[in-house]
């Protein structure tokens, strides 16, 4: 079992660009997370996937804010147009039921 | 909607003495779980205790136990005997057990300092 594996682990971009991360699972786990954290603050649900369906969005999800989970794998978030509101910590978990084991994260920063 | 309130932004205590962390909780569900998770200072969130709500017994983990009070909404964390590497954020977090519904609802945190 080697976790849930995030990448990069850092990400600093300008105002304006797109960016994408990545979220290995744990291999067996059928259900994966993204949240996002602030400084100071708990983690907040962005989405959720059963295999390669995505089952539930945040209204945090913006449109700028797109995630797949092809062939129920791995998964990609993407933002396009960062903002610099969007710095953050993304987080990736994944579960096979209740509970979730999340990954170290992507730290984002917005110029 | 669920909410998770942690009532104590910060806490410190010495090394070997037992430390209680505070959480409430509110949803209509009757069926759920509720965690709390440790995020130490630029590490990772680690899974501390799980408990299921229709377990009326509380959940403990080696050093790690909780007091599950249903009728109140209220689910403490105990750390006995506390060491230096307990020192983290501690996040309590709920989650209803219906198919499409899957998210964790974190509190704010309460960060834990053990003193030496």
């Known amino acids: 079992d080697t976790g849930v594996s995030q990448n990069p682990r850092h990400k600093i971009t300008k105002r304006g660009q797109n960016v994408t991360f990545r979220c290995d699972p744990i291999s067996e786990h059928n259900r994966l997370y993204w949240y996002r954290q602030t400084l100071g603050q708990g983690p907040e649900f962005l989405t959720y996937f059963q295999n390669e369906a995505q089952l539930e969005k945040s209204r945090l999800l913006s449109d700028r804010f797109s995630a797949e989970r092809p062939k129920g794998s791995f998964s990609t978030l993407e933002i396009q147009r960062t903002e610099q509101g969007d710095s953050a910590m993304y987080l990736c978990?994944?579960?096979?039921?209740?509970?979730?084991?999340f990954g170290p994260g992507t730290r984002l920063l917005v110029l | 909607a669920q909410t998770v309130t942690q009532s104590q932004p910060e806490m410190s205590v010495q090394e070997a003495e037992t430390v209680t962390l505070s959480c409430t909780y509110d949803?209509?569900?009757?069926?759920?779980?509720l965690f709390w998770y440790k995020q130490p200072p630029s590490r990772q969130m680690i899974l501390v205790i799980r408990?299921?709500?229709?377990?009326?017994q509380n959940a403990t983990e080696n050093r790690f136990s909780v007091n599950f009070q249903k009728a109140a909404k209220s689910f403490s964390l105990k750390i006995s005997d506390s060491q230096l590497g307990d020192t983290a954020m501690y996040f309590c977090a709920s989650l209803i057990s219906n198919f499409g519904n899957e998210k964790l609802t974190f509190g704010t945190g309460t960060r834990l300092t053990i003193i030496p």
């Open positions: 408990q299921e709500a229709y377990k009326q």
């Open positions: 949803t209509s569900e009757s069926n759920y779980y």
């Open positions: 978990a994944s579960s096979l039921q209740g509970t979730q084991y």
